[in-house]
């Protein structure tokens, strides 16, 4: 499995933008199926976005869809993930996570991906 690690935490204002990374290790990432996922205190972790290895599909949680993008970079192995238009309700911890060649056929749950980073604090403020 690959190691990940998160980066661009950050306290942003609501209405404002914040983009998210995952740098992966290994020579496999293009393999890797790569999943953004998030949570709040008190909550359950939660499916935000998540972009085949495959071909390059992507899936959103309804609530972000149109506000974020998932990309992936696989010559940096580097997955991102591009939010604007933030609101307080999306404050949580970001988790990045990875599987090899996981075939998504609809939005995946956290069971789904073995590989996961440390977390990256988002905080939204109103």
């Known amino acids: 499995q690959v190691q990940l690690v998160e980066s661009g935490a950050g306290l942003v204002q609501a209405g404002g933008s914040l983009r998210l990374s995952c740098a992966a290790s290994g020579r496999t990432f293009s393999s890797y199926t790569m999943g953004w996922f998030r949570q709040a205190p008190g909550k359950e972790r939660e499916f935000v976005a998540a972009?085949?290895?495959?071909?390059?599909?992507?899936y959103y949680k309804d609530s972000v869809k149109g506000r974020f993008t998932i990309s992936r970079d696989n010559a940096k192995n580097t997955v991102y993930l591009q939010m604007n238009s933030l609101k307080p309700e999306d404050t949580a911890v970001y988790y990045c996570a990875g599987e090899l060649k996981l075939r998504m056929i609809s939005p995946p749950t956290p069971r789904s991906f073995r590989s996961w980073g440390q977390g990256t604090q988002v905080i939204v403020s109103a």
């Open positions: 972009i085949n290895w495959s071909d390059d599909s992507t």
